[in-house]
């Protein structure tokens, strides 16, 4: 048998996480567009563009899943909705600063969604995935928890600015409440909070805080479910019913309807990219 010394096993471990990152990251490129899921066989179409229809198919049909139907938009609308998405001359999509306090915050006027989670849940990875169709947008993602230290604010033409919070838990800045908690409060343009919930293990001890919170402070939030692509999809299905069970139950600001993505395959994107422009006021549904 050949012996691999130890510095060609690294780079063969360097290598594989490299092409990895690589499969990734076209896999999210390929299914960026709402144009090229349309030309996908029906039961990939709908893990991409419908999770949550897909999910349904998991569900006893005694189990009321009439809050899927809530936020349903058309082909056209979703088609749109992505144009918000693509950057061009006249529409710049990008980064636009940083803050790490509330008077540091750029006073802007544009309607304003903010990506709210622990640390590792997968909010840069959405905006990420949002922003696919605009590769030259830098969202930095990692897989150490705690890594973005600052309130991201990225600008969506003049239409709506998109904003990458801080995690919470683990790891999270020692200052996070301090900086976080006075956005979420002051912030006048603030049209909707994203609540983004791993969506293999559900809503943890630091989650039901940050639903307190939200709560407590009468801010409209929206649970985003995270990384589909990692539980089988009977799991996913218990987790959704479950979490839906628990908005019905226990929350009063929050929209009844959940939002599963991965950002890996870009599932649910398409549809999340329709319902933040319909809420920034740039799209009237048709139907
Ligand atoms: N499989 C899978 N992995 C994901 C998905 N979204 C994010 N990840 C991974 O989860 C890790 C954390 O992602 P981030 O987007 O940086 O998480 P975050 O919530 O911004 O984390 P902090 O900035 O530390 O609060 C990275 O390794 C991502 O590649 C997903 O949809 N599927
Ligand atoms: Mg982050």
Redesign the pocket.
């Known amino acids: 048998m050949v012996q691999l010394t130890k510095a060609r096993k690294l780079q063969i471990i360097n290598c594989l996480l490299r092409r990895n990152v690589v499969n990734?990251g076209s896999l999210q490129t390929k299914y960026a567009s709402f144009l090229e899921v349309l030309k996908l066989q029906e039961k990939q179409y709908t893990g991409i563009a419908s999770p949550l229809q897909e999910l349904a198919k998991y569900i006893a049909p005694s189990v009321d899943t009439s809050c899927f139907q809530i936020f349903n938009p058309n082909h056209e609308d979703i088609k749109r909705a992505e144009v918000f998405f693509i950057p061009s001359r006249q529409h710049i999509i990008d980064y636009f600063i940083s803050a790490v306090r509330m008077d540091h915050a750029p006073q802007l006027s544009q309607p304003e969604v903010c990506f709210l989670?622990?640390?590792?849940?997968?909010?840069?990875?959405?905006i990420?995935?949002l922003f696919a169709l605009a590769p030259d947008v830098e969202v930095?993602?990692?897989?150490?928890?705690?890594?973005?230290k600052k309130i991201n604010f990225f600008k969506v033409g003049k239409l709506f600015t998109m904003v990458?919070m801080?995690?919470y838990g683990y790891?999270?800045p020692e200052d996070f409440a301090e900086m976080v908690e006075p956005y979420l409060t002051q912030r006048q343009n603030l049209k909707r909070t994203f609540l983004?919930v791993d969506g293999v293990i559900g809503i943890q001890p630091a989650d039901r805080i940050a639903i307190e919170m939200l709560e407590e402070f009468g801010i409209p939030y929206v649970f985003v479910l995270?990384?589909?692509?990692?539980a089988p999809k009977a799991v996913m299905a218990k987790n959704v019913i479950q979490i839906q069970d628990f908005i019905k139950k226990n929350t009063q600001g929050c929209f009844p309807q959940v939002f599963p993505?991965?950002?890996?395959?870009c599932s649910g994107i398409h549809v999340l990219r329709c319902f933040i422009a319909h809420i920034a006021g740039s799209l009237h549904l048709s139907s």
Do not use: F
């Open positions: 990734r989670g622990r640390s590792n849940v997968g909010k840069s990875s959405l990420k995935a930095k993602v990692s897989k150490h928890p705690g890594h973005t990458d801080p995690g790891r999270a983004l995270t990384k589909i692509d990692r993505v991965s950002s890996v395959y």
